[in-house]
């Protein structure tokens, strides 16, 4: 194999340079990158004849957001007040009812960078959340919230992880990363914090010990020189966790969807591809072989695509997502239940497994 030396490193657990990252994704064959990172895969989980799969609800705080994301359906301005909404206590508690009633134990909670709601608002949600139902696992906000509060609130985004943690938070989702270069932020989220400033925060998140994930958007204006880019800056932050903690549990990559959206106006339209798609996974389950879990978002790209996605480099299957609003807003329609996705797992030739956020069996 001409590329025998890159994959031997990735094996090794040594850093792949983005030179060498780039060889893969444009000379490896699929079928030879697939295999190596299948193969990388078997050694970094618990059981390699094993697919995990969660049972959370993702429920959406508020639609109101200064952002400007051009990629966003859901998001509303704050002066749009016939369509715009913060979720009710009474609402959050009907929904917990039903997920905790399907078997879930976890609440997504995210929404838009409200100009209003601070850090005494979250705490005072999921205080009550957290007293109302005690095992609860609360996966919230992301990076950008977290920098988005504490400046409303005049605050460090360490002091908000901390008064946060304090309330009930149990981890951080990766949301907010799309891709982690400036070119393009600027251009598709120009008022979302800067990609520094998403690393700094999971920084922050990883020397405190509050799990996280690592999330990109790829399939709209970036390169592919930005979206391994992208990887190494996950990896070198991994490589900065505190021996003993988390760091990034998994990492999940998902399709741009276009509809609708400011970037398809642009002439940015989705334009997937099956095997661009597990060419990404198989070259970040190379890049990021100090992260065990990778995700396949059968969500974005369906359920044959995830399945193989299985034999490339991932090893979970991600919840089955009892409610989601921002990419389905976007024309993401695809749709399992439990019995659905253990069957699509089952499928591809792996024995599922319930899973909680820190990929413990259930």
Known sequence: MKLGYIYDKAFAGEKISHEEALRLWREAPLHELAEQADALRATKVADPEVVTWQIDRNINTTNV???GCRFCNFHCKPHQTDRHYITSLEEYFRKTDEMLALGGDQLLLQGGMHPAL????YEELFCALKERYPSLRLNALGAPEVAHIAKISKISTREVLERLRKAGLSSLPGAGAEILVERVRKIISPAKPSAEEWLRVMHEAHEMNIPTTATMMYGHIESIEERIEHLIHLRDLQAECPEGNYGFTAFIPWIFRSEGTQLEKMG?????SPTEY???IAVARLVLNNIRNI????????KPTAQMAL???ANDMGSIMIEERVVSSAGAHNRFDSEGIQQAIREAGFTPRLRDQLYNYR
């Open 65 to 67: 957001c200064i952002s």
């Open 118 to 121: 601070d850090i005494e608002y």
């Open 268 to 272: 940015y339209t989705t334009h997937f």
């Open 295 to 302: 995700q396949a978002s059968w969500l974005t790209v369906g």
């Open 278 to 280: 597990l060419r990404l």
């Open 311 to 313: 034999h490339s480099g």
